[in-house]
Structures are given as C-alpha cells and as structure tokens.
C-alpha cells in the first residue's frame, strides 16, 4: 500500500535536498514527455537550493524565445489560464467542498432510504427521533416536487383536447422517454376526501406515503433526546 506523500516543508535538510533532485528529475522526464506526445512548447525555469545556477529547459535560447513569444500576447491572453498559488488552492478547495457536499446529499440519502425501508418494515413512528422524521418529511416533499415536475414535463407531451383516458395512455407512453429518478417510482396518489395537508402523496419503494399523515404521527408520537 503506498503512502501519499504530505504536501508540506521539508525540514531535514538532506531529505529536502534529495527530494529536490529527484522530484527535478521526474519533472523534466514528464515535461519532455508531454512536448513530444501532445506537440506543444513548453520550458522551465527552477532555482534550486544546491547551486545559484539555474536550472534551463530544454535550452536558453528556446526559453527566451517562448518568452519573448509569451510577452508579445495581449495582457488578457497572458493571464487567461494563469495561477498563481492563492488562486489554485482556492480553486482546489472549491473541488474538495463540492466533494464534501456531494457526500452529505449521498449519506443523506441513504439514511433517508433506511428510514423508509425500516416504515415499509413496519417499525412504528414514534420509535424514531423527532428530527429524523422531519428531515424525513422534507425528503418525501422534495421528491413529491420532482414527481409533480416529472409529471408537468409529461403533460406537455399530451395533445389539448385529450380524454382522460388517452391523456392517461399518452403519459404513459411518455414516460419511457422521460429520465427518471432511481429514489422514486409510481405517481402521486392523492384522494378528494383528504383535507389539503393529508391528499399529498406518493409511493416509494413500494410504499403509499401521506405525507399529512406522517407529520400528525411525528409530531404526536416522535421521541426527543
């Protein structure tokens, strides 16, 4: 198993000195690689800590002609793609919170999706925590407004003046061409008889939720730590 390597000062002169001169090394061989493979210019410049000569590639006189050829760019052009450290650690952080926030969404998913499977099992309400079922509750409301958008984008493929019976028919074939979402399956059920917080609804993984319901219970039978 290898060890990734802490990006960070050296303080033992003689390993910092021997890293130096073979990271040198490596880096040259990739550079010469990358000119030769993909066609492209390139050079550097490396004032190491061993000797007050510089390091030059491939040569002086290539390097100042790609340097006499970058100066003549328009200023814009010059600083288009260039970092600096500042600037490409922030942008490296920016990745490693995207990163993060994709894996809360991830594990938050997941514990909503055992929470669901554990109800479908039949483990009562007021069994779970108080705020496990309200971050429950906004999940089942957050994907009953993916369904109903899932819903209105098939619609719009539904010729005006349709029965209900082709309008039904024509959604459904519909939805073959529609992208679906792995957390939901089935429609939204709702009931006229339901007062206006308990008709919303839908089924998920085999089970009809309410989502009206399942806030009275939580609220009368949640438990608190």
């Given at each position: 198993?290898?060890?990734?390597?802490?990006?960070?000062?050296?303080?033992?002169?003689?390993?910092?000195?021997?890293?130096?001169?073979?990271?040198?090394?490596?880096?040259?061989?990739?550079?010469?690689?990358?000119?030769?493979?993909?066609?492209?210019?390139?050079?550097?410049?490396?004032?190491?800590?061993?000797?007050?000569?510089?390091?030059v590639w491939p040569s002086r006189p290539?390097?100042?002609?790609?340097?006499?050829?970058?100066?003549?760019?328009?200023?814009?052009?010059?600083?288009?793609?260039?970092?600096?450290?500042?600037?490409?650690?922030?942008?490296?952080?920016?990745?490693?919170?995207?990163?993060?926030?994709?894996?809360?969404?991830?594990?938050?998913?997941?514990?909503?999706?055992?929470?669901?499977?554990?109800?479908?099992?039949?483990?009562?309400?007021?069994?779970?925590?108080?705020?496990?079922?309200?971050?429950?509750?906004?999940?089942?409301?957050?994907?009953?407004?993916?369904?109903?958008?899932?819903?209105?984008?098939?619609?719009?493929?539904?010729?005006?003046?349709?029965?209900?019976?082709?309008?039904?028919?024509?959604?459904?074939?519909?939805?073959?061409?529609?992208?679906?979402?792995?957390?939901?399956?089935?429609?939204?059920?709702?009931?006229?008889?339901?007062?206006?917080?308990?008709?919303?609804?839908?089924?998920?993984?085999?089970?009809?939720?309410?989502?009206?319901?399942?806030?009275?219970?939580?609220?009368?039978?949640?438990?608190?730590?």
């Amino acid at each position: 198993m290898n060890n990734k390597l802490k990006t960070a000062w050296i303080e033992d002169d003689k390993s910092r000195k021997a890293c130096y001169r073979k990271r040198k090394i490596c880096l040259l061989k990739k550079l010469n690689e990358l000119t030769i493979l993909c066609d492209v210019s390139a050079f550097v410049i490396i004032y190491g800590p061993e000797t007050d000569e510089l390091v030059v590639w491939p040569s002086r006189p290539v390097v100042q002609e790609l340097l006499e050829k970058f100066l003549r760019l328009p200023l814009a052009d010059q600083c288009r793609k260039m970092l600096d450290q500042k600037a490409y650690l922030k942008e490296r952080a920016a990745k490693i919170e995207e990163q993060i926030r994709k894996a809360k969404k991830k594990n938050h998913e997941m514990k909503m999706k055992d929470i669901l499977h554990k109800i479908q099992e039949g483990k009562p309400l007021s069994e779970f925590e108080t705020s496990d079922l309200i971050d429950f509750i906004l999940f089942l409301e957050e994907k009953m407004l993916e369904i109903q958008e899932r819903v209105e984008l098939l619609e719009q493929h539904v010729p005006q003046g349709a029965g209900e019976k082709e309008k039904g028919k024509e959604i459904e074939n519909n939805a073959v061409n529609i992208p679906r979402n792995e957390n939901i399956t089935g429609g939204i059920c709702s009931s006229n008889n339901m007062g206006e917080n308990e008709k919303s609804g839908f089924r998920l993984m085999g089970v009809d939720i309410k989502v009206g319901h399942l806030l009275h219970e939580g609220n009368n039978g949640g438990t608190q730590k």
